[in-house]
């Protein structure tokens, strides 16, 4: 009689080993397309497991936390996050996923030319950053002390590229990663003696944030560079819109872009970074500019070049002389109010801006609206050089 106790008992226990060992080694997913779920700091196996269950990527719970149960023996745990799940998995792999922490990484695209405050719009939209405690992060330029002790702050040297970040990670993370970016490139991909000199980095990396803002043609830039590059031989204001663009940010410390053409205050506000006022370059980086333009630094075009105006279309005209560089003003001009002007018999959309002087749109919102005498030429003849 015992026996047959014991044997119908064991059946329904071996039925159930069974099932679990099945189920433990059985994929399954109730969902369609790609899953996001989000663990919570603090959050309980047995709430998981019901999360995980309700959510289709568990067919059952106990197997999950049988699992959980044994990994804790162990000193495993759940690491919260947010976890992407976008094919079938069984118990075993998802809690094995769950306490490895392979969290969901988000890609965060940083454009050749951002500066500090879009980069703070950026992780703000991706990863949910306050601005202001990001633009905090990149005013300790003791992170940078070891290659140029003498920096305001972080803006040129976080590298433009793109990221991958948790949803959690915090500004020191981007920060970090950005930086790390930057230090890499500088060792394995330019020259050597430019690590070995802060002043000269500097020098480099600022002169290609002021040419990265001037265009977004890769052939033009060693052009530009090697125009600014004679205007501070001869000690000429480089008279460069985006200095003047980054000067009012500072003073807004806005991580929205401007709109509209630089207005005569603008000009006239005497920062260290108005070209138009300072002869030389400003005292650091405007933006983090791109391999190409701070090769296009390390090495400008010679030439005898000293101004550039818009051809409106996404290029410049460059000329040697002032008089020169006037009629092709006059011209592009007078291709803008061409642009301007409505089709005949239509008044609609009289009264809207024209094109500007950098028809391709860059990180600063506001780049070249007014003619300079280093990039456009001047609009009262007294201001000539």
């Given at each position: 009689m015992k026996r047959r106790l014991l044997l119908l008992a064991a059946v329904p226990a071996l039925a159930g080993m069974v099932w679990i060992i099945g189920n433990l080694r059985r994929p399954y997913r109730a969902y369609s397309g790609n899953l996001i779920l989000v663990i919570e700091p603090g959050s309980h196996a047995l709430e998981v497991a019901q999360l995980l269950a309700s959510r289709g990527v568990l067919a059952h719970r106990l197997p999950f936390l049988l699992v959980h149960l044994h990994g804790r023996a162990r000193h495993h745990r759940l690491k919260a996050g947010e976890y992407l799940f976008d094919r079938p998995l069984n118990p075993i792999d998802v809690y094995r996923k769950l306490i490895r922490g392979d969290v969901y990484l988000h890609a965060v695209v940083i454009p050749e030319g951002s500066d500090r405050f879009d980069i703070a719009r950026i992780v703000e939209q991706q990863l949910g950053i306050s601005p202001d405690d990001f633009l905090?992060?990149?005013?300790?330029?003791?992170?940078?002390?070891?290659?140029?002790?003498?920096?305001?702050?972080?803006?040129?040297?976080?590298?433009?590229?793109?990221?991958?970040?948790?949803r959690t990670a915090g500004p020191a993370v981007v920060v970090t990663a950005m930086l790390g970016r930057f230090r890499r490139v500088l060792e394995l991909r330019?020259?050597?003696?430019?690590?070995?000199?802060?002043?000269?980095?500097?020098?480099?990396?600022?002169?290609?944030?002021?040419?990265?803002?001037?265009?977004?043609?890769?052939?033009?830039?060693?052009?530009?560079?090697?125009?600014?590059?004679?205007?501070?031989?001869?000690?000429?204001?480089?008279?460069?819109?985006?200095?003047?663009?980054?000067?009012?940010?500072?003073?807004?410390?806005?991580?929205?872009?401007?709109?509209?053409?630089?207005?005569?205050?603008?000009?006239?506000?005497?920062?260290?970074?108005?070209?138009?006022?300072?002869?030389?370059?400003?005292?650091?980086?405007?933006?983090?500019?791109?391999?190409?333009?701070?090769?296009?630094?390390?090495?400008?075009?010679?030439?005898?070049?000293?101004?550039?105006?818009?051809?409106?279309?996404?290029?410049?005209?460059?000329?040697?002389?002032?008089?020169?560089?006037?009629?092709?003003?006059?011209?592009?001009?007078?291709?803008?109010?061409?642009?301007?002007?409505?089709?005949?018999?239509?008044?609609?959309?009289?009264?809207?801006?024209?094109?500007?002087?950098?028809?391709?749109?860059?990180?600063?919102?506001?780049?070249?609206?007014?003619?300079?005498?280093?990039?456009?030429?001047?609009?009262?003849?007294?201001?000539?050089?």
């Open positions: 905090s992060s990149t005013e300790q330029n003791s992170l940078i002390r070891d290659i140029d002790p003498g920096a305001l702050n972080l803006e040129g040297y976080l590298y433009p590229d793109t990221y991958r970040f948790p330019l020259p050597p003696e430019l690590a070995r000199s802060p002043e000269r980095l500097r020098a480099t990396i600022t002169l290609a944030s002021l040419v990265e803002k001037e265009t977004p043609d890769p052939a033009e830039r060693p052009v530009i560079a090697g125009v600014f590059a004679r205007r501070l031989e001869r000690n000429m204001p480089l008279e460069c819109d985006p200095t003047v663009i980054y000067a009012n940010r500072l003073v807004r410390r806005s991580i929205s872009r401007s709109s509209g053409p630089i207005t005569r205050s603008e000009l006239a506000a005497d920062s260290p970074y108005n070209t138009y006022l300072h002869a030389g370059l400003p005292p650091g980086p405007i933006c983090s500019p791109g391999l190409v333009s701070i090769r296009a630094a390390l090495n400008p075009t010679p030439g005898q070049s000293l101004y550039f105006v818009s051809n409106n279309r996404g290029g410049h005209v460059f000329a040697n002389t002032l008089r020169e560089h006037q009629r092709n003003v006059t011209r592009y001009r007078r291709e803008v109010a061409a642009l301007r002007r409505p089709p005949a018999g239509n008044n609609e959309g009289a009264d809207q801006p024209g094109s500007t002087s950098h028809p391709s749109a860059r990180p600063s919102g506001r780049q070249g609206h007014r003619p300079s005498r280093s990039n456009s030429g001047q609009e009262e003849e007294t201001a000539h050089p």
